[in-house]
């Protein structure tokens, strides 16, 4: 087990670097996108003026309100709440983020499947996991909302986040086809064949 801090964009050599049950913090610039947005971009064919190459995206509709824009607040938003929301119904959008976008991380909760595993094998990218419930300790990594495209959708809006120390976030799926998520079920169906053997079960 290793930390990193990656200060974004990263390259492909430093994401294939990077292994199960590492951690990884953020400085720079984070994305946020979900459902809609990638609805929309994959699916719909629009597109964004934002260049995510190398980039991190967070699985997220964050709750913000209305400010005048000003240097603390670029985009005219103020973060309220950025929590993070489950990754798993998005599964078939990380194959086309990262061959059409060039993203290389993705964050969320509760993991990704197989194909999202073969990408990152392919591609060069990881899944950084999140613990459900820590939405407000999330929000004091972001230093700002720098801007916002596809905002028609809000919140589902492509959000681009000013963050520092953004984590520590758990490596827990990784460009060498290693996936915590695999490896809790295996230990799991073990322990269980397991305990039904003693109880003599079949």
Known sequence: MAHHD????????????????????????LYGIRDATQIHMFDR????????????????????????????HPSGYA??????TTSDRMERFT???MEQCGVRIVI??????EGSLAAFRELGGVY??????????????????EDVDLDDLNPESLW???????????VAMDAAGGSLYSEVKHNA???RAEALARLGVK
């Not at 990656?6 to 610039?29: I, K, S, W």
């Not at 973060?79 to 993070?84: F, K, L, S």
């Not at 986040?161 to 984590?167: A, L, W």
């Open 79 to 84: 973060p309220v709440c950025i929590g993070t």
């Open 95 to 97: 194959r086309p983020l």
């Open 108 to 113: 969320g909760k509760g993991g990704l499947r």
């Open 189 to 191: 169906q073990e322990r």
């Open 128 to 145: 950084l996991a999140i613990i459900g419930g820590t939405a407000a300790l999330e929000t004091t990594w972001i230093e700002s909302i």
């Open 160 to 170: 681009k986040f000013r963050v520092k120390g953004f984590g520590p976030l758990l």
């Open 6 to 29: 990656f200060t974004m964009p990263v390259t492909e050599q430093q994401v294939r670097a990077l292994r199960v049950n590492d951690t990884v913090t953020l400085y720079g610039t």
């Open 45 to 72: 064919g629009r597109k964004t003026r934002f260049d995510l190459r190398g980039h991190a995206v967070i699985h997220t509709a964050p709750n913000v309100k209305r400010v005048d824009a000003s240097a603390e």
